[in-house]
């Protein structure tokens, strides 16, 4: 913790509220924030400054007998924080929270510990609620809460078109090294493949890590985005007439940063893969999504307009991988999470949540990787879960929502075989209307040593995705995928074609 003299504390005044905001800034240079979320309003700036001068995220016992400062006194009180995304209002009851979004805003107000606040939405002229997220579930009009610690709340608007959203990437998308998690080392983001056939791609896979981008509570350094967004730049500088866009794809869980495993717990399971021993934060829980919304709202406060980022990846809930429905699912695994609290109810709200734990992100598409839900009850998968988070997904979000997989193969994993047969309805119910819409719909390979010249044309034509993810090839350093140049150039165009 940095005290008073190590930070320049500032007092300003949010646009969607009108009370003062706390930010606290390093007086290094660096493009390291730190922001401090405003769980409490306080009603003068004097009352700000002492809670600046506590330096927590949570109220805290400023005084004490012999300390020289001001006792606060009166009955502890904890945050809720609003954040609406959409066209739209939140109301609390009682009073103290009232936001009112035409795209993305938040609110915040203290209520006494262990109080209950009712939270009621309206929509605005032309657009519909369309689920609580966060602390909430659901789609109801109200949603009520107890507050026994911080809590944050997602409520999400839609209209029936957002002429703000960014287009749909379409076209074969560079996938990076996925090695660096298996090595214990950090993403490069170098653009290998991208440079080695260029022309080629629509996309490239931006990895990077909770700990590079929050390596302190509140704390954020965004300078690893900022090169590999660099980068992106310079090669479409040399290649103006084929520029990429960036698909941000944030790697949660064993790559949390130690606080957050603090905050929340952890656990150490074993990577089936590569043998070691990894510790895993409580991902499954409602704290730990709340501190990953945290980490979103600074990004997109930041990047949701930047037209370099072109796709946002959800991996909230995620263990190892950066797809939320897997688990580590041995079972000595399974009875370790189990054991650490774990549970196939509180894993089913996280998922269901997670495209409102987004919610600050409204124009850029958001990809989100699907799988069967695996139950730890029954040992067996549970498709019906999945498909209905799927279609809540897309209905949501209309054609931001863009529905992965991320084993693809020929023939498909028959455990898989329910998922792509509504990836086809999707596609159909898209081509069913006036005029037919685009399904966004976004696959990679269950590996990259598979047939590739069978695989990617067969996805094509039967499932009409529209962007594929291309392992790095044997064209450059450490590339596992044996591809040609032409079939890339094939497999490009034959998916711009479709769509």
């Not at 502890?76 to 109301?91: I, K, R």
């Not at 930047?306 to 190892?320: D, H, R």
Request: aromatic share 8%; proline share 7%.
């Amino acid at each position: 913790m940095h005290s008073v003299s190590q930070l320049g504390i500032a007092i300003r005044h949010s646009n969607s509220t009108a009370q003062p905001t706390l930010t606290a800034r390093r007086n290094t240079g660096s493009r390291r924030t730190t922001l401090l979320p405003r769980l409490i309003r306080s009603r003068n700036a004097r009352s700000y400054a002492l809670f600046a001068a506590c330096l927590t995220l949570t109220l805290c016992g400023c005084g004490g007998k012999g300390s020289g400062t001001t006792v606060m006194t009166g009955p502890p009180v904890t945050g809720l924080t609003v954040l609406v995304s959409g066209h739209g209002s939140v109301a609390s009851t009682p009073a103290g929270i009232s936001v009112a979004c035409t795209s993305a805003c938040s609110a915040s107000d203290g209520f006494p510990v262990s109080s209950s606040v009712t939270l009621t939405e309206t929509p605005a002229s032309g657009y519909t609620f369309t689920a609580w997220g966060g602390a909430c579930s659901g789609s109801a009009s109200t949603c009520t809460v107890s507050l026994t610690q911080p809590l944050t709340v997602n409520a999400t608007f839609t209209g029936a078109t957002n002429p703000a959203a960014k287009p749909t990437i379409i076209g074969l998308v560079t996938m990076g090294q996925e090695n660096f998690i298996a090595n214990g080392t950090l993403p490069t983001n170098q653009l290998l493949e991208a440079n080695a056939h260029p022309g080629v791609y629509s996309a490239a896979v931006i990895e990077l890590t909770w700990s590079q981008l929050e390596p302190q509570t509140g704390v954020f350094d965004d300078s690893a985005l900022v090169s590999a967004l660099q980068t992106v730049q310079a090669y479409n500088a040399q290649y103006p007439t084929t520029p990429l866009v960036a698909k941000l794809r944030i790697f949660a869980g064993v790559n949390a940063p130690a606080w957050v495993l603090t905050q929340v717990g952890s656990v150490s399971i074993v990577d089936a893969k590569t043998g070691n021993t990894e510790v895993l934060p409580d991902f499954w829980t409602p704290t730990y999504t709340q501190l990953w919304t945290y980490l979103q709202n600074h990004l997109a406060s930041e990047y949701d307009t930047n037209p370099l980022i072109g796709e946002v990846a959800i991996s909230v809930c995620s263990s190892i991988t950066a797809e939320p429905f897997i688990i580590p699912g041995s079972p000595s695994n399974i009875q370790t999470l189990l054991a650490a609290g774990y549970s196939d109810t509180a894993m089913q709200t996280c998922l269901s949540s997670a495209p409102s734990d987004y919610a600050a992100w409204t124009q850029t598409p958001l990809d989100y990787t699907f799988n069967p839900f695996f139950s730890t009850a029954t040992g067996q998968a549970d498709n019906t879960f999945t498909l209905q988070v799927v279609e809540s997904f897309r209905a949501a979000l209309g054609t931001r929502a863009v529905v992965a997989n991320h084993d693809f193969d020929d023939p498909i994993n028959p455990p898989d075989q329910t998922l792509y047969t509504e990836f086809q309805s999707l596609y159909t119910a898209a081509q069913a209307t006036t005029p037919p819409t685009i399904s966004p719909l976004e696959f990679q390979s269950l590996g990259p040593a598979i047939d590739w010249s069978t695989t990617v044309p067969y996805a094509i034509t039967t499932y009409h995705p529209t962007e594929f993810e291309i392992w790095n090839t044997t064209a450059v350093p450490q590339g596992l995928a044996n591809i040609s140049l032409t079939q890339l150039q094939q497999w490009a165009a034959q998916i711009k074609a479709a769509n």
